[in-house]
T-cell receptor, first 111, second 115 residues
Framework: TQLLEQSPQFLSIQEGENLTVYCNSSSVFSSLQWYRQEPGEGPVLLVT?????EVKKLKRLTFQFGDARKDSSLHITAAQPGDTGLYLC???????????FGKGTRLSVIA | GAGVSQTPSNKVTEKGKYVELRCDPISGHTALYWYRQSLGQGPEFLIYFQGTGAADDSGLPNDRFFAVRPEGSVSTLKIQRTERGDSAVYLC?????????????FGEGSRLTVL
């Protein structure tokens, strides 16, 4: 069973559209991270959230950690072709446990 | 170098052969992680080192897989009697302290293909 479920698995949108991707679990996480991965490269960290209800913004990207620390969302405003990639959420069950990754959402933004 | 370096970038081997994959982390990073990523999947945790010791090896799938980090820097992932199901991209990551809130810096991975 997958500890972190990401949805949708695939998303293809036009440049300028808004989108939201989700990361859900039945487990409580001490922290959660979002990474972006491009083909042939390793994942690169976008954000870390640690407090339930926390919202962080990174330019056109808005990240939210659920109040119960079981889920998270990533909202992208006015998507651009450069946003294309695999978006991975990763959570730690405790402060000392390694990150567990979801399967990712593969986003394609068409110009 | 400035980032995490992994060699080889590509390895093709035959079923039953022995393979070693090397990871050179960012200088000064005490924590080192190995993950495996199959096509269409997210990275799957294999093993985590804090310094020279394996702090958590619960993700190693079986005893054919082994990893070392003898001097607390470079790590080698060793796979014996490779099977076709071992084909994947093996990712190495390092972080400064190993806290779960710290950033993992990933290498570009070693793509292993077992024929």
């Amino acid at each position: 069973t997958q500890l972190l479920e990401q949805s949708p698995q695939f998303l293809s949108i036009q440049e300028g559209e808004n989108l939201t991707v989700y990361c859900n679990s039945s487990s409580v996480f001490s922290s959660l991270q979002w990474y972006r991965q491009e083909p042939g490269e390793g994942p690169v960290l976008l954000v870390t959230v640690v407090t339930g209800g926390e919202v962080k913004k990174l330019k056109r990207l808005t990240f939210q950690f659920g109040d119960a620390r079981k889920d998270s969302s990533l909202h992208i405003t006015a998507a651009q072709p450069g946003d294309t990639g695999l978006y991975l959420c990763a959570g730690a069950l405790t402060g000392n446990t390694p990150l567990v990754f979801g399967k990712g959402t593969r986003l394609s933004v068409i110009a | 170098g400035a980032g995490v370096s992994q060699t080889p970038s590509n390895k093709v081997t035959e079923k039953g052969k022995y393979v070693e994959l090397r990871c050179d982390p960012i200088s000064g990073h005490t924590a080192l992680y190995w993950y495996r990523q199959s096509l269409g999947q997210g990275p799957e945790f294999l093993i985590y080192f804090q310094g020279t010791g394996a702090a958590d090896d619960s993700g190693l799938p079986n005893d054919r897989f082994f990893a070392v980090r003898p001097e607390g820097s470079v790590s080698t992932l060793k796979i014996q009697r490779t099977e076709r199901g071992d084909s994947a991209v093996y990712l190495c990551a390092s972080s400064l302290y190993g806290s779960s809130t710290g950033e993992l810096f990933f290498g570009e991975g070693s793509r292993l293909t077992v024929l």
